[in-house]
C-alpha cells in the first residue's frame, strides 16, 4: 500500500502532513514503548501524558504496548539466542521484517504494565481502538485515511527493520561497533533519526534515554526529553 500511494494517490500538499505525523510517530515510537515503558529510562507524574503516548503508539499497528514489551524484554534477556523472539540469528530477516505480528508474548515479562489499567485497558480493546479510528477517518476524508496507512505501513517497516537488521549486520549497512551481535549504523539511523539505530549503543547500556555516545550519533528521541525535562514535564 505504501509503495501504491506515493505512485498513484501522493500529492505534495500531502508532504508536510505526512513528514510531520511520521516524525511524530517515530519519536513516540522511542520514547514511549522502548525508553519508557521496556526500560523505565525516564517517568513523569502526569498521567496525560502517558495517555497520549498510548494513544499513538495504539495507532501505529506495531503491537499493543504490553505486548512490545514483553517482547522486548525476552529480546534482550535472552539476546541472540534461540529464546530471542526476533533474533537473525535463528530466523530469516523476512520473517522478523514482515511476519512479526504473530510472536506470542508472556505477560510475566511486562506485569508492572499489566497492573496498569490504562495499559491494560489499551491492551484489551486494541484492535477495535484503530477500527474506530479508521472509520471515523475515513468517513471524513478518504485521502487521510489513504494517507494515515501509507503512514503506518513506513512506520511498521522502519520500527521492524532496528531487530531485522541491526543484529548480524549486513555489511552493506556499514556497521559500526560491531560486537556481541548487535551494531550501529549511520545510514539507518537517517531513515530512523530517531536514535533507534545506534542499537549496540542501546545494548551496552539498556537503560539509558540517550542513545548517543559521540558527537554525529543524532538521537532526536533524546532531543525531545531533554526539551521535556527543560520543561520539567519529566
Request: charged share 15%; net charge positive; aromatic share 18%.
Amino acid at each position: 500500500w505504501v509503495m501504491y500511494y506515493f505512485f498513484f494517490i501522493f500529492t505534495l500538499s500531502d508532504l508536510p502532513f505526512f513528514l510531520i505525523g511520521y516524525i511524530i510517530l517515530r519519536i513516540t515510537n522511542s520514547a514511549f514503548v522502548h525508553r519508557k515503558w521496556s526500560h523505565r529510562s525516564w517517568s513523569t507524574k502526569y498521567q496525560s501524558i502517558e495517555l497520549i503516548g498510548l494513544v499513538l503508539h495504539t495507532l501505529m499497528w506495531v503491537g499493543p504496548s504490553i505486548g512490545w514489551v514483553s517482547i522486548h524484554r525476552r529480546h534482550h534477556k535472552y539476546c541472540d539466542t534461540e529464546r530471542d523472539p526476533h533474533s537473525p540469528y535463528f530466523k530469516s530477516r523476512m520473517k522478523i521484517q514482515f511476519t512479526n505480528f504473530d510472536t506470542p508474548f508472556d505477560i510475566k515479562y511486562a506485569v508492572d504494565l499489566v497492573k496498569s489499567p490504562l495499559h491494560l485497558w489499551f491492551t484489551n480493546y486494541y484492535l477495535e481502538f484503530n477500527v474506530l479510528f479508521l472509520v471515523i477517518l475515513g468517513s471524513f476524508s478518504l485521502h487521510a485515511l489513504g494517507l494515515w496507512l501509507a503512514m503506518m505501513g513506513l512506520t511498521i517497516t522502519i520500527v521492524h527493520s532496528t531487530n531485522a537488521f541491526l543484529h548480524k549486520t549486513p555489511k552493506i549497512l556499514l556497521p559500526i561497533n560491531y560486537s556481541g551481535g548487535s551494531a550501529n549504523s549511520f545510514f539507518l539511523n537517517l531513515i530512523h533519526f530517531n536514535g533507534e539505530a545506534w542499537h549496540h549503543n542501546h545494548h551496552e547500556d539498556q537503560t539509558n534515554w540517550n542513545f548517543s555516545k559521540k558527537w554525529y550519533e543524532f538521537d532526536m528521541t533524546a532531543w525531545v526529553l531533554m526539551l521535556f525535562a527543560r520543561c520539567k514535564l519529566i
